[in-house]
């Protein structure tokens, strides 16, 4: 790289990707105040990178980015990106692949056992001067229950020998199966999830959202669950039917929910799974864990590098097809 590269930051990360481009003396780092739309039109009309966490691109802001070259997400989803958009513009966006997988996988396996052992009511239980009530209640098992795991991807792999290591049945499906490694590591695996739904006790999804996985879990598939089921969602909200959820709920057909994503985030303050005990809720910071932050932030910040420097790998290129095609 010989010319002057800005690269606008758009919100706060770990500092170590700060270290990253910093150690360019052709890069200028570029702070806003915040992710408001009028401030990201001015912000990005000179830069030729962007590294950005939530803050949402849409046409409407991107077509201020007359010099745009990438733009490099702080993780794997990007549907707070106009992919199409930028894929026509023949720019790349980068992600994050695999840097936050291990802690998700994690975040997901906590919520299972806190769910089954119903956590949440049982340190309510305790705080509330309850003690003489905890025979009132029940831990469902992990051993010998069979989870399915929607989406083999790199969070899935992982998720997929920590429940074998409790002892699970462990079903994994993706309509672009890895059939050998799922095998491998001691799980079945399909192409088609539902007909897996009977039977299953634990439902995690692990699945990007697009148009063909919005409400793939909705009234049919809660339904088609074992009664008693746990449902977990540590992927991207409107994948789970947040509608169907709530009424499977109330109907006592599943037993509980964790969730670390919702369609709107933040959730409305009388949003009603928010009051319910029966659902474990986190922040969307499943990846939270400071080596996936640090992790995060390092490969965001080398993927412009690598851009600037025509480097760019086709792993971490989310359009890498749209960008293929004549």
């Not at 990201?40 to 962007?50: C, R, S």
């Not at 995690?204 to 919005?214: I, K, S």
Request: proline share 3%; aromatic share 4%; with cysteine.
């Amino acid at each position: 790289m010989t010319d002057m590269k800005r690269v606008l930051v758009t919100e706060h990360m770990h500092e170590a990707g700060y270290d990253v481009l910093a150690a360019h003396k052709d890069i200028e780092i570029v702070r806003i105040p915040d992710i408001e739309r009028e401030t990201l039109k001015a912000a990005i009309k000179d830069v030729h990178g962007i590294v950005l966490r939530s803050a949402k691109l849409d046409i409407d802001i991107l077509q201020h980015a007359n010099s745009l070259q990438i733009v490099s997400r702080h993780g794997v989803g990007c549907d707070n990106i106009d992919v199409a958009h930028l894929t026509d513009r023949g720019i790349p966006v980068a992600i994050a692949a695999g840097a936050n997988a291990r802690s998700v996988a994690e975040h997901t396996l906590g919520f299972m056992i806190a769910a089954a052992r119903e956590f949440r009511i049982l340190d309510d239980l305790v705080k509330a001067g309850r003690w003489a009530e905890r025979n009132d209640y029940r831990a469902k098992d992990l051993k010998g229950a069979k989870v399915l795991i929607v989406g083999f991807g790199r969070i899935g792999r992982l998720v997929a020998p920590l429940c074998k290591a409790f002892g699970m049945d462990v079903v994994v499906a993706d309509i672009a199966l890895e059939r050998d490694l799922a095998e491998s590591m001691g799980c079945r695996a399909v192409e088609d999830f539902r007909p897996e739904l009977a039977g299953t006790d634990f439902l995690t999804v692990h699945v990007p959202l697009d148009e063909t996985t919005r409400h793939l879990i909705s009234k049919r598939e809660l339904a088609a669950l074992t009664p008693g089921a746990i449902v977990i969602n540590c992927a991207r909200g409107g994948i789970v039917d947040e509608d169907a959820l709530l009424a499977a709920l109330e109907s006592d057909h599943i037993r509980a929910a964790a969730v670390d994503v919702m369609s709107e985030e933040p959730p409305r303050a009388d949003h009603p799974l928010i009051a319910r005990k029966d659902v474990l809720m986190t922040p969307h910071n499943g990846a939270a864990a400071m080596s996936a932050a640090i992790a995060m932030a390092e490969v965001a910040a080398q993927n412009v590098i690598d851009l600037f420097a025509g480097e760019l790998k086709d792993e971490m290129t989310f359009n890498l097809e749209g960008l293929q095609k004549p």
